[in-house]
Protein backbone atom coordinates (compact mmCIF):
# COMPACT_ATOMS: atom_id res chain seq x y z
CA UNK A 1 0.00 0.00 0.00
CA UNK A 2 1.15 3.37 -0.74
CA UNK A 3 -0.27 6.94 -0.51
CA UNK A 4 -0.99 9.26 -3.68
CA UNK A 5 -1.39 13.43 -3.59
CA UNK A 6 -4.93 14.31 -5.44
CA UNK A 7 -6.39 16.82 -7.20
CA UNK A 8 -6.71 19.00 -4.26
CA UNK A 9 -3.30 19.96 -4.15
CA UNK A 10 -2.93 21.37 -7.58
CA UNK A 11 -2.08 25.29 -7.20
CA UNK A 12 -2.16 25.21 -3.43
CA UNK A 13 1.17 23.01 -2.80
CA UNK A 14 1.41 22.72 1.00
CA UNK A 15 4.13 21.72 1.73
CA UNK A 16 3.98 20.35 5.79
CA UNK A 17 3.11 16.78 4.68
CA UNK A 18 6.76 16.16 3.16
CA UNK A 19 7.93 17.89 5.99
CA UNK A 20 7.15 14.79 8.29
CA UNK A 21 8.15 12.57 5.60
CA UNK A 22 10.52 9.93 6.94
CA UNK A 23 11.74 8.84 3.52
CA UNK A 24 11.58 11.48 1.58
CA UNK A 25 8.56 10.13 -0.86
CA UNK A 26 7.41 13.12 -1.84
CA UNK A 27 8.46 15.45 -4.77
CA UNK A 28 7.78 18.67 -6.17
CA UNK A 29 6.26 19.74 -9.31
CA UNK A 30 5.78 23.58 -10.43
CA UNK A 31 1.92 22.85 -9.26
CA UNK A 32 1.39 20.51 -7.15
CA UNK A 33 3.48 17.25 -4.92
CA UNK A 34 3.33 13.51 -5.70
CA UNK A 35 4.19 11.26 -3.48
CA UNK A 36 6.89 8.09 -5.20
CA UNK A 37 4.83 4.51 -4.38
CA UNK A 38 8.33 2.98 -4.55
CA UNK A 39 9.70 5.05 -1.28
CA UNK A 40 6.38 6.13 0.22
CA UNK A 41 6.53 3.16 3.62
CA UNK A 42 2.81 3.47 4.47
CA UNK A 43 3.65 5.44 7.60
CA UNK A 44 0.56 8.05 7.96
CA UNK A 45 2.08 10.54 9.18
CA UNK A 46 1.30 12.90 6.16
CA UNK A 47 -2.10 12.34 5.81
CA UNK A 48 -2.98 14.65 9.21
CA UNK A 49 -0.60 16.93 7.79
CA UNK A 50 -2.62 18.11 4.11
CA UNK A 51 -4.67 20.94 5.12
CA UNK A 52 -6.60 20.49 1.96
CA UNK A 53 -7.70 16.98 2.46
CA UNK A 54 -5.35 15.64 -1.01
CA UNK A 55 -4.09 12.84 0.36
CA UNK A 56 -5.32 9.14 0.08
CA UNK A 57 -4.20 5.46 0.56
CA UNK A 58 -4.47 3.72 -3.08
CA UNK A 59 -6.58 0.95 -1.36
CA UNK A 60 -9.28 4.16 -0.63
CA UNK A 61 -9.23 6.44 -3.52
CA UNK A 62 -12.28 7.83 -4.92
CA UNK A 63 -12.85 6.37 -8.15
CA UNK A 64 -12.59 9.86 -10.10
CA UNK A 65 -8.85 9.99 -8.35
CA UNK A 66 -8.01 6.88 -9.97
CA UNK A 67 -5.84 7.96 -12.79
CA UNK A 68 -4.02 9.57 -10.11
CA UNK A 69 -2.30 6.88 -9.32
CA UNK A 70 -0.28 6.76 -12.73
CA UNK A 71 0.98 10.56 -11.75
CA UNK A 72 1.82 9.88 -9.16
CA UNK A 73 4.08 6.33 -9.93
CA UNK A 74 5.88 10.02 -12.17
CA UNK A 75 7.21 11.55 -9.17
CA UNK A 76 10.44 10.16 -9.38
CA UNK A 77 11.01 12.34 -12.49
CA UNK A 78 10.82 15.58 -10.22
CA UNK A 79 12.91 16.83 -7.19
CA UNK A 80 12.35 15.66 -4.04
CA UNK A 81 11.20 18.00 -1.49
CA UNK A 82 11.08 17.27 2.52
CA UNK A 83 10.95 21.16 4.06
CA UNK A 84 7.59 23.32 4.38
CA UNK A 85 7.83 26.07 2.15
CA UNK A 86 5.12 28.84 2.02
CA UNK A 87 2.14 27.14 -0.18
CA UNK A 88 1.69 28.18 -3.67
CA UNK A 89 -1.93 29.42 -3.30
CA UNK A 90 -2.56 29.57 -7.26
CA UNK A 91 -5.67 30.74 -8.47
CA UNK A 92 -7.28 27.46 -8.46
CA UNK A 93 -6.61 26.42 -4.96
CA UNK A 94 -9.46 27.47 -2.61
CA UNK A 95 -7.15 27.03 0.56
CA UNK A 96 -8.03 24.94 3.66
CA UNK A 97 -11.13 24.32 4.75
CA UNK A 98 -12.79 26.57 7.14
CA UNK A 99 -12.05 25.43 11.07
Do not use: Q
Not at 61 to 68: C, Q, T
Not at 86 to 92: E, S
Request: with cysteine; hydrophobic share 35%; charged share 20%.
Amino acid sequence: MTYIVTPPCVECKYTDCAAVCPVEAFHETPDRLLINPDTCIDCDACLPECPVEAIYSDMSIPAEYMDWLEKNAEAANYPIISTKIPALMGPGCSGPPEA
